[in-house]
């Protein structure tokens, strides 16, 4: 049974640092492309970050290029989100997800919602 649970959300400052971690579990990470998707209240989800396992290609959207930073642990089954200069447009709830990345092109929703988690909630505000 696929499992991916997200944790590390909460309220930060702007300007301020989070990380969030998602542990996975019934399949091997080490064969698929992983990332993290976010969805901002009343807006549509948007793809924030994939690793590729094929070529260890790394993808960001634009809005947070340069302050997020996504890792995995292969061996611990474990997908992080360094999130540094947080701002309130980031604010959203995160979902680790299965994607497809690879030599340049980045599908954030290429699988269904079997292939989610239910998501940790950033609250960037003063």
């Known amino acids: 049974q696929v499992q991916l649970v997200e944790s590390g959300g909460g309220l930060v400052q702007p300007g301020g640092s989070l990380r969030l971690s998602c542990a996975t579990s019934?399949?091997?990470?080490?064969?698929?492309?992983i990332g993290w998707f976010r969805q901002a209240p009343g807006k549509e989800r948007e793809g924030v970050s994939c690793i590729s396992a094929d070529d260890g290609g790394i993808y960001y959207a634009d809005s947070v290029k340069g302050r997020f930073t996504i890792s995995r642990d292969v061996a611990k089954n474990m997908v992080y989100l360094q999130m540094n200069s947080l701002k309130p447009e980031d604010t959203a709830v995160y979902h680790c997800?299965?994607?497809?990345?690879?030599?340049?092109?980045?599908?954030?929703?290429?699988?269904?919602?079997?292939?989610w988690g239910k998501g940790t909630l950033v609250t960037v505000s003063s």
């Open positions: 997800a299965l994607q497809r990345c690879s030599g340049g092109s980045w599908v954030p929703f290429a699988y269904g919602r079997d292939w």
């Open positions: 019934g399949f091997n990470l080490d064969y698929y492309d």
